[in-house]
């Protein structure tokens, strides 16, 4: 596999990442919704930024800094920071860095976009957030996710 393979398979399974994320909480939270495939689109458009820039924090975290694939995503999420207006990129960077558990710091992150989106609180129980539970839905998601981007960081050594 070429370099731009790998690289390509990075933006891969960010853009998959965080594409699941967003539509596991945009589902409509009843069952007959669940099996219909009801979703709200905006809703899941919102959230995609946002998750797609968690994400790449995420897998940045597990790449070691000196190597070319690094660079490139690096400067692909700082342009996606600007752009969604996130002023402290290199902090919440070093924060996953510097953390003993990485993946519940990355559910934490990732529940926090979606919780803090005005949309989805209007379409949810405001006293029900995303939790860290197996019931949830985008919990279990963005757990699998995880695996899913250190299989790919485990792939490019």
């Keep these: 596999m070429t370099d731009d ?3 390509a398979m990075c933006y891969q399974v960010i853009g998959d990442t965080a594409t699941e994320i967003s539509q596991a909480y945009s589902d409509f939270g009843d069952l007959v919704g669940y099996y219909m495939g009801q979703t709200s689109t905006t809703l899941q458009l919102r959230l995609f930024r946002p998750l797609a820039l968690e994400t790449s924090l995420y897998l940045l975290s597990l790449l070691d800094t000196t190597s070319e694939f690094y660079t490139d995503i690096h400067q692909e999420t700082e ?4 752009e969604l207006e996130v002023p402290s990129l290199e902090e919440r960077l070093a924060t996953y860095k510097q953390g003993t558990d990485s993946v519940s710091h990355f559910v934490t992150a ?8 005005a949309l989805w609180l209007s379409m949810r129980r405001k006293d029900t957030p995303p939790q860290e539970t197996i019931s949830d839905r985008g919990y279990v998601v963005i757990k699998s996710a995880a695996e899913k981007i250190e299989e790919v960081v485990e792939s490019l050594k």
């Design 5 to 7: 393979d790998k690289l």
């Design 110 to 117: 990732c529940q926090q976009v979606v919780g803090s989106d």
């Design 79 to 82: 342009k996606l920071a600007e």
